[in-house]
T-cell receptor, first 115, second 113 residues
């Protein structure tokens, strides 16, 4: 079964509103989680590294005030898309690693549609 | 800038043939390399990873790594229609967390019955 779970699987929101996506590690503790975004027919682009108990590290070009990341516990990271716009519509995927560094689990992904 | 390059394809092979997928990376500090399969609308699924030069086999899949050439490949033997998907090559980050991956754009593979 899944060891990293995302919720919701899909969400539709109105332009200007905020939406929160959760990423949970189910059987292990993850001090670091990663958030990716994937537009149709494109690859996964890393948005940010979520660090438990501290601020997230954002990749170049990603607005930290728009994509709020909170990693309040060792098993939960949340991504909040604030003031969403249609161009934010995308597939958002989280990942977490365990052990040696070669065991990386991906969540099921969350489809966001902003109308 | 750390990059992972793949031929976007599409790559089309007949059922039962060998599919060969290629990938190059720019960051010499990358330690581990991953091949993921992604079906449309779904999250990536890990096929295998490799971190030592040479070949690594797992069932119908063989990954090859050549660090001197900064080249990674994936061979799929006895290709099946169910193998039709986008294959993503990824490299782990040098420095910082090993779980941080840089992905290529993916190669679309179609296996024809």
């Amino acid at each position: 079964g899944a060891v990293v779970s995302q919720h919701p699987s899909w969400v539709i929101c109105k332009s200007g509103t905020s939406v929160k996506i959760e990423c949970r590690s189910l059987d292990f503790q993850a001090t670091t989680m990663f958030w990716y975004r994937q537009f149709p027919k494109q690859s996964l682009m890393l948005m940010a590294t979520s660090n438990e108990g501290s601020k997230a590290t954002y990749e170049q070009g990603v607005e930290k005030d728009k994509f709020l990341i909170n990693h309040a516990s060792l098993t939960l990271s949340t991504l909040t898309v604030t003031s969403a716009h249609p161009e934010d519509s995308s597939f958002y995927i989280c990942s977490a690693g365990q052990g040696s560094g070669n065991t990386i689990y991906f969540g099921e992904g969350s489809w966001l549609t902003v109308v | 800038q750390k990059e992972v390059e793949q031929n976007s394809g599409p790559l089309s092979v007949p059922e039962g043939a060998i599919a060969s997928l290629n990938c190059t990376y720019s960051d010499r500090g990358s330690q581990s390399f991953f091949w993921y399969r992604q079906y449309s609308g779904k999250s990536p699924e890990l096929i295998m990873f490799i971190y030592s030069n040479g070949d690594k086999e797992d069932g119908r899949f063989t990954a090859q790594l050549n660090k001197a050439s900064q080249y990674v490949s994936l061979l799929i033997r006895d290709s099946q229609p169910s193998d039709s998907a986008t294959y993503l090559c990824a490299a782990s980050s040098s420095g910082g967390s090993n779980y941080k991956l840089t992905f290529g754009k993916g190669t679309l593979l179609t296996v024809n019955p």
